[in-house]
């Protein structure tokens, strides 16, 4: 019997700052799908978009999600979406998948063993590792669109409000890479790492010690572990650095778009910042 004759009512709600009960349901729902949601997600999703998070709810009560962000007029579609959802999205969007990203659970203290025992082969990495406040959020978004290849200042002046961030600077006085770490949706679960962004490996390296150290000293989350989306392929170094963490795979999944691909530099891409919202 269609839901019109039982006398059902479907409506899709959009998800608003003051929607305190659907962004419970909303980060619930992640959470159930082990999407492992950061605590400040739904803030920042707002910032980026305020349109961009849809409940639907059948006679009142809420039973999916859908997050879609809008970055810039007829900008690619473009999302992550697991295997077994391939071909259906094949089939419903004509989508087109590129390369997979892995979605890891490391362990801090681990890692900064093996980050401070491995070495550079001899090359010298003459940048430094900076608070953001000693260079400016203005700086970091800046880089943040030429790697990300769109706009999202909102987005990430709230993110790096409530991260564990660094940005690496050469000599010359220009941002050669960032990355934050903020704290998961259950704060005994540990962190969410991204983005990463960085021109080498040496320096996604060396942010991420310099956060895995500060998480260490003074971190909110009882459990010293990080998830981390590593774009395997389309970076070899964002698979090399996920090698060198030694983490535990949690999930696959595959980066497709719909119209052509995002005018991102996928290739200084370490670690996704979100699979939400790119």
């Given at each position: ?9 479907f ?5 608003t ?41 059948l ?55 093996l ?32 790697i990300?290849?769109?706009?999202r ?35 005994d ?6 983005p ?29 572990a ?22 535990k ?11 052509g691909l ?17």
């Amino acid at each position: 019997m269609a839901n019109e004759e039982r006398g059902d009512k479907f409506e899709i709600r959009t998800l608003t700052k003051t929607s305190t009960g659907l962004k419970k349901y909303f980060l619930d729902v992640l959470e159930k799908e082990k999407y492992f949601p950061a605590l400040d997600d739904i803030e920042c999703y707002l910032a980026c978009d305020p349109t961009s998070l849809l409940v639907g709810e059948l006679n009142g009560k809420p039973t999916a999600i859908i997050a879609s962000f809008k970055y810039e007029e007829h900008a690619q579609v473009s999302f992550y979406a697991v295997p077994e959802m391939l071909e259906n999205y094949k089939k419903m969007f004509m989508a087109v998948p590129h390369w997979p990203v892995e979605m890891h659970m490391v362990d801090i203290s681990n890692a900064l063993a093996l980050l401070n025992d491995s070495t550079n082969g001899g090359a010298s990495l003459v940048v430094d590792i900076k608070q953001v406040g000693e260079i400016g959020v203005k700086a970091a978004c800046n880089y943040n669109t030429k790697i990300f290849g769109y706009k999202r200042e909102k987005f990430l002046e709230r993110l790096l409000q409530v991260s564990h961030a660094r940005v690496a600077v050469n000599q010359q006085n220009e941002i050669v890479g960032y990355a934050a770490a903020r704290v998961l949706y259950k704060p005994d679960s540990g962190y969410k790492v991204g983005p990463v962004f960085g021109e080498s490996f040496e320096i996604a390296k060396s942010l991420l010690k310099e956060i895995f150290q500060e998480i260490m000293e003074c971190g909110r989350s009882s459990k010293k572990a990080v998830v981390i989306n590593f774009p395997v392929v389309v970076n070899p170094d964002a698979n090399k650095l996920a090698k060198r963490l030694c983490g535990k795979i949690l999930m696959k999944c595959m980066f497709v778009s719909c119209n052509g691909l995002p005018k991102s530099d996928f290739t200084k891409w370490f670690a996704v910042t979100t699979l939400e919202a790119g």
